[in-house]
């Protein structure tokens, strides 16, 4: 049975990945700060969780010392992220930089450590939960979008880095999916219905992992603006300033 490991993974997204890599027949680890949650979700066949704050070196330590002994990895998926909103001067510097150790620093640190400690099997995936703000902006959440742009630029140049060892890297960037997380900082929910299922996301991830593709835009709607973002960033960044801020003054 082969093995992943799932950060973030006792809600949204996450929560979707593992129960689909489960129905797909793997042993699923997921690692989670969310102690509750992640008790309902251990009790279900084929997952266990590792509890562990990522925001801290302690913490990653601790999950990395965990995951080294629970034998050998055949896909590393880092989905955990958290974010901060508002007006950006007035967003508090431990809450930026809370969010650059989860959503950044944390897959770099884990990921080299897991590698140097050799539990990636050979031709196994790293896959790397960016954000379609990579392309389009996120007006209101500069420090999350800064995290996701560079999650990206290191998932990169580590497929290169890895190619000899004939690994595969692959980087993921959902747009609005219909989870808490996204509910809790939109600045509009009234059209959540139009949001992407995550387990819709939990489909393309795996079918983008079995291709062994090194990027992947979920769905029609987002590899639209993808390439509008691409091609015509100022006239999507003055769309997305409409959407983000215009209606919500505290993130202006």
Known sequence: MKHAVITGAANGIGEAL??????????VTGVDVDAKRAADLDRKPG??????????????A??????CSMGMIDMLIHNAGINAVGRFSRVGLA???????VN?????????????ADRIVPGGSL???SSLSHYVSYPGAATYAATKSGLASYARSLSVALTPRGMHVMTVFPGPTRTAH???YSPDNSREEKRMPPEDLAEAILRGIRKRKRLVVP???????????TWFPRIVERVMRRAMLGKNTEAT
């Open 219 to 229: 769905g029609f709607g987002n590899r639209t603006a993808a390439i509008l973002g």
């Open 95 to 101: 809450d930026q930089e809370e969010v650059v150790a």
């Open 104 to 116: 950044f620093q944390a897959p770099m640190v884990l990921t080299a450590r897991l590698l140097e």
């Open 182 to 184: 996204a509910r809790r």
């Open 62 to 67: 601790r999950v990395r010392d965990r995951l």
């Open 47 to 60: 997952v266990r969780f590792v509890i562990g704050d990522l925001s801290t070196d302690w913490g990653i």
């Open 127 to 129: 896959v790397f939960v």
């Open 18 to 27: 593992a129960r689909r890599l489960v129905r797909a027949g793997y042993s």
